[in-house]
């Protein structure tokens, strides 16, 4: 959330080991620009009955008079799940480092129809165009994952609506919703308790069984508690999802200051646990990126947000550099461990692509290995991250333009089978598939490579991928880029900007001095 100048991250986090465990706490770490980051003393600790075995996730809500609330999901003493509610100690200090647990909790325990222990990660709150507060929970009953709805007047005392918010067969624990508004002519943001003609609304929930967040757009009207979503979950790869790779239990905010949404997600690890125990922490969140709604009112955009720019050190460029078929060319001159990378390709004459329909096919299998030596017309084309100088450790970050019934599309992917030479990783390859438009000459391709985690965004940030790769020679000075083009037809490199990319600063609040 952003309060008087500050951002606060709060995170779920394990202070005795890198591994999940039964004592979860809030931690929290405040910054100024969302990428250098001071940590803090932890907000919310287990103490009391009602959360004595954790401090699951939650939300924060700015309530009226600038006061921040947090609900959370405790582990109670006997092991069920229930909904607390903490306040600031001291609202003039502008990093609200001690927060006090509200008496009356829990304010909300879960109702009938309800698994007691499969009821948890509150939503931010809005307000009803009635004046009530309004807050989503994630539910399941047997196989049916739901979202709950609660009111209050008070924020402190709620009552449960009776019918479902959203429902879905066979998906399981409907976790971390989140529900908020986007305009339908901005890029801007919008708080999130505004409804009115000129937004739509998103309702996003991470599927515990599949391990993705999806999104729906829709309409919603509040006196009648129906949010109504333009198209139905299938569980197929047609369904909208934030990220095609690895990334999850996601969490956006309204940024007052610069008016605009922010999404986090939170990206797992793709080795062992052991590992995890052996470097002492596991798992990390993206860069925060802004979301907006596409022109077309149907799917978000997302985009790095502008103050990563200011990590961008040395810088190189190419323009109007032709690819010919089977081609691979290097990016010399800048830290490829961890670089920012933008690349702008124009494309031949889209009729010459090959035919595809995209009702037929699974984009992730369509990406994966077996059709690794399948070489199109119009791509594969893209960037290889990570690269060993003899190519044997990559991941291909690429696009392949295809024709498709009424229109054209691009197949993104993002390939890990050779990301390592460790045989002791999840190497899964992501890819999905979007529409371009008929008159598109151009394509665009940026992604963020640091280390271990690769984060691209396609055409404009249209769809976008995630990955973790751990590559045991392409590490430091050892790691390479390549723009590559192994389609029959030549593409062009219109311009390719990439810089190496600064560290990120990171401290503990009992290091600084106060100057």
Same mark, same amino acid.
């Given at each position: 959330?952003?309060?008087?100048g500050v951002y606060h991250l709060f995170y779920q986090h394990n202070p005795y080991a890198a591994t999940f465990g039964d004592r979860i706490i809030w931690a929290h770490s405040v910054s100024y620009d969302l990428i250098s980051w001071i940590h803090l003393n932890?907000?919310?600790?287990?103490?009391?009955?009602?959360?004595?075995?954790?401090?699951?996730?939650?939300?924060?809500?700015?309530?009226?008079?600038?006061?921040?609330?947090?609900?959370?999901?405790?582990?109670?003493?006997?092991?069920?799940?229930?909904?607390?509610?903490?306040?600031?100690?001291?609202?003039?200090?502008p990093f609200l480092r001690e927060w006090e647990k509200h008496p009356q909790n829990p304010v909300m325990t879960s109702p009938s129809g309800v698994e007691k222990d499969n009821f948890r990660d509150p939503s931010t709150a809005w307000h009803g165009n009635d004046?009530?507060?309004?807050?989503?929970?994630?539910?399941?009953?047997?196989?049916?994952?739901?979202?709950?709805?609660?009111?209050?007047?008070?924020?402190?005392?709620?009552?449960?609506?009776?019918?479902?918010?959203?429902?879905?067969?066979?998906?399981?624990?409907?976790?971390?919703?989140?529900?908020?508004?986007?305009?339908?002519?901005?890029?801007?943001?919008?708080?999130?308790?505004?409804?009115?003609?000129?937004?739509?609304?998103?309702?996003?929930?991470?599927?515990?069984?599949?391990?993705?967040?999806?999104?729906?757009?829709?309409?919603?009207?509040?006196?009648?508690?129906?949010?109504?979503?333009?198209?139905?979950?299938?569980?197929?790869?047609?369904?909208?999802?934030? @990220?095609?790779?690895?990334?999850? !239990?996601?969490?956006?905010?309204?940024?007052? *200051?610069? %008016? /605009?949404? #922010?999404?986090?997600?939170?990206?797992?690890?793709?080795?062992?646990?052991?590992?995890?125990?052996?470097?002492?922490?596991?798992?990390?969140?993206?860069?925060?990126?802004?979301?907006?709604?596409?022109?077309?009112?149907?799917?978000?955009?997302?985009?790095?947000?502008?103050?990563?720019?200011n990590l961008r050190d040395k810088q190189i460029s190419i323009t109007e550099q032709k690819l010919e078929s089977g081609s691979t060319l290097e990016v010399l001159g800048i830290t490829a461990s961890q670089v920012d990378v933008e690349v702008l390709f124009e494309?031949?004459?889209?009729?010459?692509?090959?035919?595809?329909?995209?009702?037929?096919?699974?984009?992730?299998?369509?990406?994966?290995?077996?059709?690794?030596?399948?070489?199109?017309?119009?791509?594969?084309?893209?960037?290889?991250?990570?690269?060993?100088? @003899?190519?044997?450790?990559?991941? !291909?970050?690429?696009?392949?333009?295809?024709? *498709?019934? %009424? /229109?054209? #599309?691009?197949?993104?992917?993002?390939?890990?089978?050779?990301?390592?030479?460790?045989?002791?990783?999840?190497?899964?390859?992501?890819?999905?598939?979007?529409?371009?438009?008929?008159?598109?000459?151009?394509?665009?391709?940026?992604?963020?490579?640091?280390?271990?985690?690769?984060?691209?965004?396609?055409?404009?940030?249209?769809?976008?991928?995630?990955?973790?790769?751990?590559?045991?020679?392409?590490?430091?000075?050892?790691?390479?880029?390549?723009?590559?083009?192994?389609?029959?037809?030549?593409?062009?490199?219109?311009?390719?900007?990439?810089?190496?990319?600064?560290?990120?600063?990171?401290?503990?609040?009992?290091?600084?001095?106060?100057?």
């Amino acid at each position: 959330m952003y309060y008087k100048g500050v951002y606060h991250l709060f995170y779920q986090h394990n202070p005795y080991a890198a591994t999940f465990g039964d004592r979860i706490i809030w931690a929290h770490s405040v910054s100024y620009d969302l990428i250098s980051w001071i940590h803090l003393n932890h907000a919310i600790e287990p103490s009391e009955p009602y959360d004595i075995n954790s401090c699951w996730s939650g939300s924060a809500t700015i309530l009226p008079g600038e006061k921040p609330a947090i609900l959370y999901t405790g582990i109670d003493k006997n092991k069920h799940q229930v909904q607390n509610l903490a306040f600031p100690k001291n609202l003039s200090d502008p990093f609200l480092r001690e927060w006090e647990k509200h008496p009356q909790n829990p304010v909300m325990t879960s109702p009938s129809g309800v698994e007691k222990d499969n009821f948890r990660d509150p939503s931010t709150a809005w307000h009803g165009n009635d004046g009530k507060w309004r807050v989503i929970i994630g539910a399941q009953n047997g196989d049916e994952g739901k979202t709950i709805l609660y009111q209050s007047d008070d924020f402190l005392n709620w009552t449960v609506n009776p019918n479902p918010f959203f429902a879905t067969d066979d998906t399981g624990v409907c976790e971390c919703p989140e529900f908020f508004p986007v305009y339908i002519n901005s890029t801007n943001g919008v708080d999130t308790s505004v409804e009115n003609q000129s937004v739509r609304h998103v309702l996003k929930i991470s599927y515990i069984r599949i391990q993705h967040d999806y999104y729906f757009v829709g309409k919603y009207v509040s006196e009648k508690e129906k949010f109504t979503p333009d198209v139905e979950f299938k569980g197929t790869s047609s369904d909208l999802r934030f @990220d095609y790779g690895k990334f999850y !239990a996601s969490k956006s905010f309204f940024d007052y *200051a610069k %008016n /605009r949404r #922010i999404l986090w997600g939170w990206v797992n690890e793709s080795d062992t646990t052991q590992d995890d125990i052996e470097k002492g922490w596991a798992g990390l969140q993206t860069i925060p990126r802004q979301v907006w709604l596409d022109k077309s009112g149907k799917r978000l955009m997302q985009w790095p947000i502008e103050e990563l720019e200011n990590l961008r050190d040395k810088q190189i460029s190419i323009t109007e550099q032709k690819l010919e078929s089977g081609s691979t060319l290097e990016v010399l001159g800048i830290t490829a461990s961890q670089v920012d990378v933008e690349v702008l390709f124009e494309l031949p004459e889209l009729e010459s692509g090959e035919w595809l329909d995209p009702s037929e096919v699974d984009p992730q299998l369509l990406c994966s290995k077996q059709y690794e030596s399948r070489s199109g017309k119009i791509g594969p084309f893209g960037l290889l991250a990570l690269a060993s100088k @003899d190519l044997t450790e990559q991941t !291909a970050v690429s696009f392949q333009i295809y024709r *498709a019934p %009424n /229109r054209y #599309i691009c197949l993104m992917c993002s390939d890990q089978s050779r990301s390592s030479l460790r045989q002791d990783l999840d190497k899964t390859t992501y890819g999905t598939i979007f529409d371009i438009d008929a008159n598109l000459k151009t394509i665009s391709l940026r992604s963020l490579i640091d280390k271990s985690i690769i984060e691209s965004f396609g055409d404009g940030g249209r769809a976008c991928i995630t990955s973790r790769v751990y590559p045991s020679l392409a590490i430091e000075k050892d790691a390479h880029l390549y723009v590559f083009n192994n389609g029959s037809q030549s593409v062009v490199i219109s311009k390719l900007n990439a810089w190496s990319m600064k560290q990120a600063e990171f401290s503990h609040e009992e290091n600084i001095s106060c100057a």
